[in-house]
């Protein structure tokens, strides 16, 4: 699985498309859905989670708080454009077309609906948009979305009384959360030097990688003894550490590590396993043309209502911004599929469910390259 999940992804890279449709597309083709070849057991799902919260945990780690910070507003009226209206649109069809009950189609149309910020952010980066206003604004719509998905499928998944609580408990981690950024970025030497000291007394270099592991575990464990998912801690966790605080090159240094062994590793393994978990029968395959419907939708009002609002409200500088940003905006990907797999684990959804979102979301993952375009340049 993990064999062809890496070389499916690189094909799909060569072609400019995202490697995580081709990682998706090998689960697809090797489970029970086409070759039936290769099936899942309990030891590989632990190791899935594991690969869960270090690819999560890296998507924090690499994005800029300041940034967000600066562009949040922004981020709040597109995340309504690019993400709210079009679930609610989804899921209206959802329970229109589907047969799987008010839940579950909220989750499907959830899925559905969710911008990626793994794929958006590599879109970013191949389209030269990082250090433009554009990227800018995307990046902070996609971290803001992400989370109100997060807590959102928390608030599907629980009783009322459950999600009451869990909405007060994350009010008063996201405040802790802003105070803590605070102090850090305060006084940002002071943690510096601190781990600096820690790896000099036990004399190993790679103390810093030990320290943030065991950040983002105690993190994760935290939001998850609470009642929301422990994705959301470690997004957190490495959320709050940026260059400014343990040092550029550090950061740098632990960035380029994590990513290799992502990509190496518990990339292509997570989305393989997910794809892999799809299992659509001849006679469920009915389902694709409404399935089809729901996607069409959506999109379209994703990119369409954020183009209006970007061309009409946001108003960035550069040439052919708003279609970038609405089009960019419509990436899906990761981020669907771990509410997915979150939500089949929980029971909330069933197989059915769950392996219409992965074709949904391979569909999507390979429309958004092709409406972008060529690669720009400079």
């Given at each position: 699985m993990l064999a062809a999940a890496i070389l499916t992804g690189e094909v799909f890279e060569q072609l400019r498309l995202p490697s995580v449709a081709g990682?998706?597309?090998?689960?697809l083709i090797l489970g029970p859905t086409i070759l039936n070849?290769?099936?899942?057991?309990?030891q590989v799902q632990a190791i899935s989670s594991l690969a869960l919260f270090f690819i999560i945990f890296l998507i924090g780690f690499e994005m800029d708080t300041d940034m967000v910070r600066k562009h949040i507003l922004h981020g709040i009226l597109l995340s309504d454009t690019a993400f709210i209206i079009p679930m609610l649109a989804g899921l209206a069809l959802c329970l229109l077309l589907l047969p799987f009950g008010a839940a579950p189609d909220f989750v499907v149309a959830m899925t559905i609906a969710v911008p990626s910020i793994s794929i958006i952010s590599v879109l970013v980066m191949q389209y030269n948009l990082l250090e433009k206003e554009t990227g800018r604004v995307i990046l902070s719509t996609v971290t803001v979305t992400d989370v109100v998905a997060f807590v959102l499928l928390v608030a599907i998944s629980q009783p009322l009384r459950s999600t009451l609580s869990v909405v007060v408990y994350t009010g008063i981690l996201i405040v802790a959360f802003i105070a803590v950024d605070w102090v850090l970025n305060y006084r940002p030497n002071a943690f510096r030097r601190a781990v600096e000291k820690a790896g000099r007394l036990v004399r190993r270099e790679d103390m810093s990688y030990a320290v943030l592991i065991l950040v983002g575990l105690f993190v994760a464990g935290l939001f998850q003894a609470i009642g929301?998912?422990?994705?959301?801690?470690?997004?957190?966790?490495?959320?709050?550490m940026h260059d400014g605080?343990?040092?550029?090159?550090?950061?740098?240094?632990i960035s380029t590590t994590f990513t290799r062994i992502n990509r190496a590793l518990f990339i292509p393994l997570f989305f393989g396993l997910a794809g892999l978990e799809a299992d659509?029968?001849?006679s469920q395959f009915g389902y694709v043309p409404k399935l089809a419907v729901v996607v069409a939708v959506t999109?379209?009002?994703?990119?369409?209502?954020?183009?209006?609002?970007?061309?009409?409200?946001?108003?960035?500088?550069?040439?052919?911004g708003a279609r970038q940003i609405a089009v960019t905006l419509g990436g899906r990907?990761?981020?669907g599929i771990v509410i997915a797999s979150v939500a089949l684990s929980s029971g909330v959804i069933d197989g059915l469910a769950y392996s219409l979102i992965i074709v949904g979301t391979l569909a999507v993952s390979l429309v958004v390259p092709l409406l972008l375009g060529r690669k720009q340049d400079g």
């Open positions: 990682e998706l597309l090998s689960g070849v290769v099936s899942t057991n309990d929301l998912s422990y994705i959301i801690g470690a997004f957190f966790a490495g959320l709050i605080l343990i040092g550029r090159k550090a950061f740098q240094e659509l029968s001849a999109l379209a009002l994703s990119i369409g209502l954020t183009y209006f609002a970007v061309k009409n409200v946001v108003r960035v500088k550069e040439r052919d990907g990761a981020v």
